[in-house]
């Protein structure tokens, strides 16, 4: 089998949400050895998540290591050039399932352990700690333009070349600071990978008790993330960053 950008994606994304939904699955379903350890753990499991998914994203063939829809529509805005925009969501909407799906075989004897139906949507998709769908949509969208703006800094021309391997590390650290600042209202999705295709999961898995997926909030992350994308992509466009 040969490598290529579609794997990459395919591939770097189910390990984005493996490690992603993973960390929050130890920290809120019970008996696990992180029950309970809190939002930094979070943070920091999500910013790790995204390094390592980067890394194997280009192991298996993606140069530009995307994970996400958001980012994908961003550089295409950003570009002009819409050619990837159709592959690349496809690989990471499908990696972004198979990732949810092997947190919940990964943590199989906790979901009936775990009462609080809310509790398990949380380890697939996000949801808000208020809400309220204006200031949900804003929240998505302003993380989002955030990442993206943090990407073309990381990226920019004007820095000169990292050293090599430096670039999923400064990703993952982007995350950490996104979400350790911005995080607390929605859980930052910023991405319509990163919670659609695990709520598809959570709605067709055979979890105990699992409760409603939720599909009313469900546009919020994906539209909200779209957006803050696309406003990022016309900036870079613009000021050519």
Same mark, same amino acid.
């Given at each position: 089998?040969?490598?290529?950008?579609?794997?990459?994606?395919?591939?770097?994304?189910m390990?984005l949400l493996?490690?992603g939904?993973?960390?929050?699955?130890?920290?809120?379903?019970?008996?696990?050895?992180?029950?309970s350890?809190?939002?930094?753990?979070?943070?920091?499991?999500?910013?790790f998540?995204?390094?390592?998914?980067?890394?194997?994203?280009k192991a298996?063939?993606s140069?530009?290591a995307? &994970?996400?829809?958001?980012?994908t529509?961003?550089?295409?805005?950003?570009t002009?050039d819409f050619?990837?925009?159709v592959?690349?969501?496809?690989?990471?909407?499908?990696?972004?399932?198979?990732?949810?799906?092997?947190?919940?075989?990964?943590?199989?004897?906790?979901?009936?352990?775990?009462?609080?139906?809310?509790?398990?949507?949380?380890?697939?998709?996000?949801?808000?700690?208020i809400?309220?769908?204006s200031a949900n949509?804003l929240?998505?969208?302003?993380?989002?333009?955030?990442?993206?703006?943090?990407?073309?800094?990381?990226?920019s021309?004007?820095l000169?070349?990292?050293?090599?391997?430096v670039?999923?590390?400064?990703?993952?650290? &982007?995350?950490w600071?996104?979400?350790?600042s911005?995080?607390?209202?929605?859980?930052?999705?910023?991405?319509p990978?990163?919670?659609?295709?695990?709520r598809?999961?959570?709605a067709?898995?055979?979890?105990p008790?699992?409760?409603?997926?939720?599909?009313g909030?469900?546009?919020v992350?994906v539209v909200g993330?779209?957006?803050?994308a696309t406003?990022?992509?016309?900036?870079?466009?613009?000021?050519t960053?």
């Open positions: 089998m040969q490598t290529s950008p579609f794997l990459g994606e395919l591939i770097g994304t390990v493996l490690l939904n993973g960390v929050v699955a130890n920290v809120v379903l019970k008996q696990t050895k992180g029950e350890s809190g939002w930094i753990v979070i943070t920091a499991g999500w910013a998540a995204v390094a390592m998914g980067v890394f194997v994203a298996f063939g140069v530009d995307h &994970l996400n829809p958001a980012v529509v961003a550089f295409a805005v950003a002009n050619s990837h925009v592959p690349y969501i496809t690989a990471q909407m499908i990696g972004a399932f198979l990732g949810a799906t092997l947190v919940w075989l990964h943590y199989l004897p906790h979901w009936a352990a775990t009462p609080d139906p809310e509790a398990k949507l949380a380890c697939f998709a996000t949801g808000p700690a809400r309220k769908p949509f929240s998505e969208a302003m993380a989002t333009l955030v990442l993206i703006l943090g990407l073309a800094g990381i990226s021309k004007h000169g070349e990292l050293a090599i391997g670039g999923p590390y400064l990703v993952g650290i &982007l995350v600071s996104i979400g350790l911005l995080g607390g209202t929605t859980g930052y999705a910023m991405s990978a990163r919670d659609f295709s695990p598809l999961a959570h067709l898995l055979p979890i008790n699992k409760g409603s997926s939720d599909w909030y469900a546009w992350p993330s779209l957006v803050g406003i990022g992509g016309l900036l870079i466009r613009w000021f960053l």
